[in-house]
C-alpha cells in the first residue's frame, strides 16, 4: 500500500470511528466527545475524565490506540486491521475498550 493509500484508509477509519460515536452518543446516555487533530482522533468520556487516543502512523502504516488498558497497534491485514502482537481486530477491541472506560455497552464498526 502506498502512503497516499494509507493516509486517506486511516482517514476513513477516523471519519468511521467518529461517526459510530457521535451516534452512540446521540442514542445513549453515554457522555463522549470526539476531537480530532489532524492524524489523532481523542474521545474524551466526560462521566469519568479518561480519554482513547487514536491515531494514524504512516511511517510503519499502522493505527494506534491508547487507552485506559493500555496501548496496541494496528496494521492491515486482509482488508481489516489486526493486532500487531494478539491478532484481535481493531473494531472489535475498540468497541470493549470504549465500553470498558464510558461504563455501558458500545458498538464502533466500520463503515
Known amino acids: 500500500m502506498t502512503e497516499s493509500e494509507f493516509l486517506a484508509l486511516a482517514d476513513r477509519t477516523l471519519s468511521a470511528i467518529e461517526a ?3 451516534r452512540v452518543s446521540d442514542d445513549t446516555d453515554l457522555d463522549v466527545e470526539c476531537s480530532r487533530s489532524g492524524n489523532v482522533l481523542t474521545v474524551d468520556f466526560a462521566d469519568n475524565g479518561t480519554k482513547i487516543i487514536i491515531n494514524s502512523q504512516a511511517p510503519m502504516q499502522e493505527m494506534w490506540i491508547a487507552a485506559k488498558s493500555g496501548g ?3 496494521k492491515r491485514e486482509g482488508g481489516r486491521w489486526v493486532n ?3 491478532g ?3 473494531y472489535a477491541s475498540l468497541s470493549r475498550m470504549a465500553s470498558e472506560q464510558g461504563g455501558m455497552p ?3 464498526r466500520e463503515d
Open 72 to 74: 496496541f497497534h494496528y
Open 88 to 90: 484481535s481486530e481493531f
Open 84 to 86: 500487531t502482537r494478539d
Open 20 to 22: 459510530a460515536l457521535e
Open 106 to 108: 458500545v458498538e464502533i
